[in-house]
């Protein structure tokens, strides 16, 4: 081997903090994908709902989804940024 693929070897063991950033950010991803999909599933189930406290509770619920989906694109964004 050469002694360019060898150190690019060499760095790809060193820097395992780099596919820790990197796995982490996929499963960030995928964890916002999913509560997107349940804060629409739960916004469009309050509007077909009549108004009352099953609606409130049902918007309520999706508002507690938006504000943790925020606060995970913050931290994705964080991620990628250290990268």
Known sequence: MTEKTLLE?????????AK???KKAEELE????????????????????EKGKKSDMLEKRAQILHAQRKKGLKALKKARQQK
């Not at 995928?30 to 709902?49: D, F, P, Q, V």
């Open 20 to 22: 820790h950033r990197r």
């Open 9 to 17: 070897r060499l760095n790809s063991y060193l820097d395992l903090s």
């Open 30 to 49: 995928k964890i916002i994908g999913k509560l997107k999909k349940k804060e629409k599933a739960l916004l469009a189930e309050a509007k077909n709902t």
